[in-house]
C-alpha cells in the first residue's frame, strides 16, 4: 500500500471514530439539553431567514383623491409672512473717532475702539507693508498651507503679553469661544453658565451638546446651591462621575450688562468643587488691569487658576479674529477639535501684522490703560441721573448701556422709543448704537438698551455734548 493510500484510510477512520463519539454523546446527554439545543438552533434559523419588516396594507388612492390631496396641498413658506423693515444706518469711510454716517459726520460713541487703535498711523502703516508682502487673504485653513510666519509670531506675541504656555489664533472673533466650547466639553458633560453669557458662548453650549445649567447673573450663592446638587447626583452614581467633565463658562466683562465677573470667588468654587473655568474676555482684554491683560490682572487672580482664555481681537486690537490662551496641552488641542480653527481660512496676514502692533502699542503704552479708565469713570459719572433712563453696567466698562426706567409694556415700542433718542443725537452729531439682538435664539434676551461705547479719544467737551443730547432726547420723548 502507497504512503498517499495509508493516509486516506488513516483520515477515514478517524472520521468514523468522529462520527461514532457525537453518536455516543447524544445518547449519553440530558433530554433537556437536547432540547434547549434543539430550540436555539430552530431560532437562529428563523431568525436568519425571517424579514426585519413587514409591509403594511395599504389602501390605493383613486385618481380623484390623489388630485384632490395635491389640490389641498400647501408648500410652507420659504420667509416669514411679516418681513422685518430693515432700515441701515450707512457709514462712510472709517469708524474712528470721527465718523460719517448717512453723510453726516459725528462723534463715534458707538463702535467698540477702545484703544483708538483703529486709526493709527503706525498700525496702518503694518497692514500696509504686509499686504505688499502677503496679499490680501490666505485661501485656505491654518493646516493646508494657511499658516503664515506671523501667524506663528502673533500666536507667540499674544502668549507673552498674557503670561501664559501658548496661544491660538481663529480668523474670526465669535466663532472663539463657540468654538473652543464644544472642542473640550460633549455629550454627557456638565456646563455651568451665567445668565447673562453672550451669544457666542451660547452658540458654543449648544454645540456641544452637553448638559446646560444657568445661574443668576453673578449670583455665587445660586452657582455653589447648583454645584452641590451635582456633587450630591454624583455621589449616588460615583461611576458615571468619574467620566462626567465639568466646567465654568463666564465673561470676564459682560457684553450685556457691562458687569465684572466676581472672579476670586469663582476660582474658590473651582477648587472647592472640582470644575474647569472658561474665561471670556473679548470685553476685558485690553482695558482691565495695569497693562490691559482682563480681569485676571484686575483681580490679581493666577492666570494659571483659569484654565482657558478667550477674547477677540476686533476691540481693543482694532482687527479681526480671536484668540485663546493657556496650557499648552490644553490649547494644542484645538488645532484638531476646534471648528472654527480646522475648517475656516486663517487670518489675513496684513491683519495678524496690524494686531502684532496694536499689541506693541499696548506694551509700549501701558498709560493708555489708566486714561481709559478714567474717561470710564468720567462717562458713568456723567450719564447717572438721566431722566427716564437707567443706567447699567460698572464704572470700569467701556461699554454702558441706558435702559428705560419703565417699559411701554411692549419690546417692539421699547426698542422704537430708544431709536428716537438714538436718532435725536445723531442729528446732533452725537452717534450712539442700540444693542441688538436675536430674541427668539436668546436664553435669556436682555432689555432693550442704548449702548454708550467709551474710547480714549473722546474729549470731556464731546462726552458732555453727548450727554446733553441724551438728556434733551430723554425730556422730549420720555414723558
Known sequence: MTLQKRRDVNMASGQQWVLVEMVQALYEAPSYH??????????????????TYRLHETNKLTEKEKEDLIEEWQPEPLSPKETPNMTYDVVTGPPSHKIVINGKECVNFASFNFLGLLDDERVKQKALSSLKKYGVGTCGPRGFYGTFDVHLEL????AKFMKTEEAIIYSYGFATIASAIPAYAKRGDMIFVDEAACFSIQKGLQASR?????????DMEDLERLLQE?????????RKARVTRRFIVVEGLYINTADICPLPELVKLKYKYKVRIFLEESMSFGVLGEHGRGVTEHFGVNIEDIDLISANMENSVASIGGFCCGRSFVIDHQRLSGQGYCFSASLPPMLAAAAIEALSIMQENPEIFTTLREKCTYVYKALQEIPGLKLVGTKFAPALHLQL?????SRESDVQLLRSIVDHCMERQVALTLARYLEKEERYPPPPSIRVVVTIQQTEEEILKATSCIQEAALALLK
Open 34 to 51: 437536547l432540547i434547549l439545543e434543539g430550540f436555539l438552533i430552530v431560532w437562529i434559523v428563523r431568525l436568519l431567514f425571517s424579514k
Open 155 to 158: 500666536e507667540n506675541r499674544l
Open 210 to 218: 452637553s448638559l446646560i445649567k444657568y445661574f443668576k447673573h453673578n
Open 230 to 238: 451635582q456633587e450630591l447626583e454624583d455621589q449616588q452614581n460615583p
Open 405 to 409: 426706567e419703565r417699559s411701554t409694556g
